[in-house]
């Protein structure tokens, strides 16, 4: 059974760069057709697509948050990461990592989220 | 980017049918047959309902249904039960290898 499970820092202060990993289990990261990526929910607030990456490298990105959002993997260790700068507290969120099936465009794998505050 | 319009809130009684509709623009909703839905609750990874449109993933019961009309999808739920009680986003591929997700929509079943 497939598993995602995202780690990192909870709290982050303004201005500064929100990092988390995803760490896949029980499936490989170069599976074909599969491309992982980001979803954010802030509180009481609705899902936010972020971005996907292909064990390649390739990505692609929400275009309102492009210009501060990276997104790489490591297929070595079977994980992918996040990378987003000069947060502020708009970005407080529950941050989700997922498998993207590109052969339908959904997203059917999701791990169980994990809540990152901005706040000094 | 701006959000799918989904209506905040839907409301059924038990057994009842509820839709929940989802509207977009002619560059997502309406330029491809990619709309999924999703089921979150409170706490839980969101779950897949249907994908494609009107496809429902294995597990997933035939109570659940999708439609689009143009612009808009709608997710369908009949014979409304007490664990449908949720919050549901639509989703469209919007091009570019790119989603773009509703709103949302909490459903309460009465």
């Known amino acids: 059974q497939l598993q995602l499970q995202e780690s990192g820092p909870g709290l982050v202060k303004p201005s500064e760069t929100l990092s988390l990993t995803c760490t896949v289990s029980g499936g490989s990261i170069t599976s074909s057709s599969f491309y992982w990526g980001w979803i954010r929910q802030p509180p009481g607030k609705g899902l936010e697509w972020i971005g996907t990456i292909y064990y390649t490298g390739t990505t692609s990105y929400n275009p309102s948050l492009k210009s501060r959002v990276s997104i790489s993997v490591d297929t070595s260790q079977n994980q992918f990461s996040l990378r987003q700068r000069s947060v502020t507290a708009a970005d407080t969120a529950v941050y989700y990592c997922?498998?993207?099936?590109?052969?339908?465009?959904?997203?059917?794998?999701w791990g169980q989220g994990t809540l990152v505050t901005v706040s000094s | 980017q701006s959000a799918l319009t989904q209506p905040a809130s839907v409301s059924g009684s038990p057994g009842q049918s509820i839709t929940i509709s989802c509207t977009g623009t002619s560059s997502d909703v309406g330029n491809y047959n990619l709309v999924s839905w999703y089921q979150h609750l409170p706490g839980k990874a969101p779950k897949l309902m249907i994908y494609?449109?009107?496809k429902r993933p294995s597990g997933v019961s035939n109570r659940f249904s999708g439609s689009k009309s143009g612009n808009t999808a709608s997710l369908t739920i009949s014979g409304l039960q007490a664990e449908d009680e949720a919050d549901y986003y639509c989703?469209?591929?919007?091009?570019?290898?790119?989603?773009?997700f509703g709103g949302g929509t909490k459903v309460t079943v009465l």
């Open positions: 997922a498998r993207h099936n590109w052969n339908h465009f959904t997203i059917d794998y």
């Open positions: 989703c469209s591929y919007e091009g570019r290898s790119t989603l773009i």
């Open positions: 494609e449109v009107t």
